[in-house]
């Protein structure tokens, strides 16, 4: 019995480590915020389930959450920043770095629909520390608050053959844009203005809001929606 002694640690030992591996895609999954405002119907994916959102249901890393015709849904972060999704809108959460209770790098991806987007704590070091993708553009945050819009459909004239479209909408601070194609274009936006990144193009010289119009996402908490066809109240 003596010599079978080692033996049974090791065994235990091998038990104890295979259990963790087991549990740790569970214990390391890592919340990112909740729901905080909600109208409608949205769904939650989440590892190959799909669950529906309500108020009060936690966002986790790599969740998509997808909102449904005629709804809309707000994830408020743990920095307070908030995100609030309008009608037909597809957003994953791919990247969240936390340190010393400061948000070192948020990524968030919009694949369909708009978000509009109030961030705190958008600088570390000079750097931006919230960024949007979408399938043709990247957009980093120098600034709070923001619209972002993508979308696949009509040609918009000046851009034949070009149906994909990102569209940015900057009410305080600076946003800085280019497109995922060809990063080292860098358009910046400011507090009032505008831009558009189309198919495979450098973003579009920033002009006034108005200038192309945007509309479809809800404000963001705080922000007073502008005139016009930009939000639908």
């Known amino acids: 019995m003596i010599e079978q002694a080692p033996r049974i640690f090791c065994l235990g030992v091998v038990i104890s480590l295979a259990l963790g591996f087991l549990v740790s895609p569970i214990a390391s999954a890592q919340t990112v915020g909740s729901i905080t405002q909600f ?3 949205a769904e ?4 190959g389930a799909v669950q529906n959102a309500a108020m009060g249901t936690p966002i986790s890393l790599h ?4 909102t449904k015709p005629d709804s809309s849904v707000t994830v408020t972060l743990a920095d307070a920043s908030t995100l609030a999704l309008s009608q037909s809108t597809a957003l994953t959460f791919d990247e969240n770095v936390v340190s010393g209770g400061t948000r070192q790098k948020t990524l968030v991806g919009l694949l369909s629909g708009a978000v509009s987007s109030a961030i705190t704590t958008a600088m570390s070091g000079g750097n931006p520390t919230f960024q949007i993708n979408t399938p043709n553009a990247q957009v980093g945050v120098r600034g709070t608050k923001f619209v972002t819009r ?3 459909g009509p040609v918009r004239p000046g851009f034949q053959g070009c149906q994909r479209y990102t ?4 009410h305080e601070g600076t946003v800085v844009v280019s497109n995922r194609a060809n990063p080292g274009v860098l358009v910046d936006v400011k507090g009032g203005y505008e831009t558009t990144v189309p ?3 450098p973003p579009l010289t920033a002009g006034p809001i108005g200038i192309g119009g945007i509309g479809g996402a809800p404000p963001a908490a705080g922000v007073p929606p502008p005139a016009g066809r930009f939000f639908k109240q």
Do not use: K, N, Q
């Open 39 to 41: 109208s409608g119907s």
């Open 44 to 47: 939650v994916h989440r590892g």
């Open 63 to 66: 969740d998509e959450l997808i």
């Open 150 to 152: 993508y979308g696949e």
């Open 167 to 170: 569209d940015v909408l900057v």
């Open 199 to 201: 198919c495979l193009l």
